[in-house]
DNA sequence: TTGCGTATTCTATTTATGTCGAATATCCTC
DNA sequence: GAGGATATTCGACATAAATAGAATACGCAA
């Protein structure tokens, strides 16, 4: 039988669709091993945080419960993998700060970035490029 | 005698950089009518937020604490005013994105908006031009 | 089969945020 | 100077995030 972690009623419950910063840190590491358990985790962020193991596997077993990570089960194993790929958190965590900062307007924050956060002479011709190719795509 | 909240030690708390959700909502409106009351700040996001007075006010309170809003006393008057500008509060919150979804790479950012968020034509073409300006500024 | 050494589970503490109601203070008007 | 309309102060409670220790389970090797 379907058994249903939360609630009856075909509800879904809204699950989270952001980071917050631990997890941002996490999940960078496991999109870079998955599958991998929590201890390569906190093994792996230890000179980056001074996490305790037990605190990166909880948190990433709440990440489980959010539905950000897949526990498969091998023996006494846990091995974990992402639920979400790493464009769709760039994009979340865009998004927001999009809403947030400029209500929603792309443009202005792409103007804001160009104009506050200095620009190589490599950064801008590769940007033109980039624009260039965005553009002619679409005619 | 001196009252002190914190601690003796000259020690500055470390005071938060970033706006949360509704202090972000909360600054948006003091930008806007600096310097104005907590009633006017709950009135005016009425239709966008259900808040109750005391829910502004307490979060003003708090965010006056953290540095972010001073208060001005006038009678019985509380005026409120920012204490950052919001080109600031834009950079903080673009340079959070910025670490934790693209390890502080901003042109990495700039591809992905420009891929991701399709850009309209129009866009493209302010793009283009603010590039060149930003390019032609330092030669 | 007895342990050793990991891995897992469970629970707890602290701090921040979101959210408000109730009690209190203050001012202006009559 | 009394009353009522506003504002302010305070304390409270819920939830989530960050953090981690203790207790327990489990698998493998001698």
Chains 1, 2 share one sequence.
């Not at 419960?65 to 089960?73: D, Q, S, T």
């Not at 929603?104 to 190589?120: D, K, R, V, Y």
Request: glycine share 4%; aromatic share 6%; charged share 35%.
């Amino acid at each position: 039988m379907t058994k249903s972690k939360k609630a009856g009623k075909g509800r879904r419950a809204k699950l989270p669709e952001e980071l917050t910063e631990a997890e941002w840190a996490i999940m960078k590491v496991v999109w870079e091993q998955e599958p991998c358990t929590a201890g390569t985790v906190q093994e792996t962020l230890a000179d980056t945080r001074a996490w305790a193991y037990s605190t990166v596997k909880t948190t990433m077993d709440r990440m489980a419960e959010k539905g950000f990570l897949a526990i498969e089960k091998i023996r006494n194993l846990q091995l974990f993998r992402a639920r979400i790929s790493e464009v769709d958190a760039k994009r979340a965590e865009l998004r927001k700060t999009l809403k947030r900062a400029f209500d929603g307007a792309l443009t202005p924050m792409m103007q804001f970035l160009i104009e506050h956060e200095g620009l190589s002479a490599e950064d801008a011709s590769h940007l033109r490029e980039l624009v260039e190719r965005a553009t002619r795509k679409k005619p």
